[in-house]
T-cell receptor
Framework: AQTVTQSQPEMSVQEAETVTLSCTYDTSESNYYLFWYKQPPSRQMILVIR??????QNATENRFSVNFQKAAKSFSLKISDSQLGDTAMYFCAFMHYGGATNKLIFGTGTLLAVQP | SQTIHQWPATLVQPVGSPLSLECTVEGTSNPNLYWYRQAAGRGLQLLFY??????ISSEVPQNLSASRPQDRQFILSSKKLLLSDSGFYLCAWKASGVYNEQFFGPGTRLTVL
C-alpha cells in the first residue's frame, strides 16, 4: 500500500522569502503521479503542481517548483517570493495510474503561514 | 469549461437523522467521481469512487453509501448519522481514461450533534 508522509505540521515564512515543504512517499509502483494541492481558509482544494514519475525534470509553475528525488521517494515543494495569499494548508498526494481507480493518497498536510 | 458543484455548503444534523449530499459536474462527460472526507486537522480520506452510472466502489467500511443516478451526479447518503460522521466532505472529478489530476468541489461541512 502506498503512503504519503508530511513531517512538518506547521511552517511560517516572511513575505517575499522562500520556503520549502517536505513530502516523502512509499510505493512499490513505478508509474505514478505526485501532486501538491493547496487548501486556503475557504477549504477549496486547488491543484498547485503536478509531477509525472517518469519525468526527471522537476515541474515548475510560476513561483512554485518541486524537487523530485525518485530514488529517495521525496517530493518537496518550494515557494519563492512568498505572498500573503499563499497562506493555506498544503497537501502532498500520490496517484498510481494503471487501474480504474486513479485515487489520490494524501499526506496529513502542512499549514503554511505567510507573515507580513 | 468544467465546473463542479456541491450542496449544501453546510449542514447541521442530529444523530440518527438521514443524510443526502449532492455533487454535480458540468462541462464533461463520463467523468470518474470521488467522495472524500476530511476530519479536523487531517488529510483527505477516499470514501467512494465511481467510474460510471450505477458503478460505486467503497474504500472503507462505514455508515455511508453513495449512488450515481446520472452521469454527472454523485450522491452521498446515510440512513442514520453518527457523531463520527462529522467532517468536511469533498467531491472530486477526473476525466476518465486520462491519467491526470482530480478537481475538487467547494465541499460540505457536516456537523452531527
Amino acid at each position: 500500500a502506498q503512503t504519503v508522509t508530511q513531517s512538518q505540521p506547521e511552517m511560517s515564512v516572511q513575505e517575499a522569502e522562500t520556503v520549502t515543504l517536505s513530502c516523502t512517499y512509499d510505493t512499490s509502483e513505478s508509474n505514478y503521479y505526485l501532486f501538491w494541492y493547496k487548501q486556503p481558509p475557504s477549504r477549496q482544494m486547488i491543484l498547485v503542481i503536478r509531477q509525472e514519475a517518469y519525468k526527471q525534470q522537476n515541474a515548475t509553475e510560476n513561483r512554485f517548483s518541486v524537487n523530485f528525488q525518485k530514488a529517495a521517494k521525496s517530493f518537496s515543494l518550494k515557494i519563492s517570493d512568498s505572498q500573503l495569499g499563499d497562506t493555506a494548508m498544503y497537501f502532498c498526494a500520490f496517484m498510481h495510474y494503471g487501474g480504474a481507480t486513479n485515487k489520490l493518497i494524501f499526506g496529513t498536510g502542512t499549514l503554511l503561514a505567510v507573515q507580513p | 469549461s468544467q465546473t463542479i458543484h456541491q450542496w449544501p455548503a453546510t449542514l447541521v444534523q442530529p444523530v440518527g437523522s438521514p443524510l443526502s449530499l449532492e455533487c454535480t459536474v458540468e462541462g464533461t462527460s463520463n467523468p470518474n467521481l470521488y467522495w472524500y472526507r476530511q476530519a479536523a486537522g487531517r488529510g483527505l480520506q477516499l470514501l467512494f469512487y465511481s467510474v460510471g452510472i450505477g458503478q460505486i466502489s467503497s474504500e472503507v467500511p462505514q455508515n455511508l453509501s453513495a449512488s450515481r443516478p446520472q452521469d454527472r451526479q454523485f450522491i452521498l447518503s446515510s440512513k442514520k448519522l453518527l457523531l463520527s460522521d462529522s467532517g468536511f466532505y469533498l467531491c472530486a472529478w477526473k476525466a476518465s481514461g486520462v491519467y491526470n489530476e482530480q478537481f475538487f468541489g467547494p465541499g460540505t461541512r457536516l456537523t452531527v450533534l
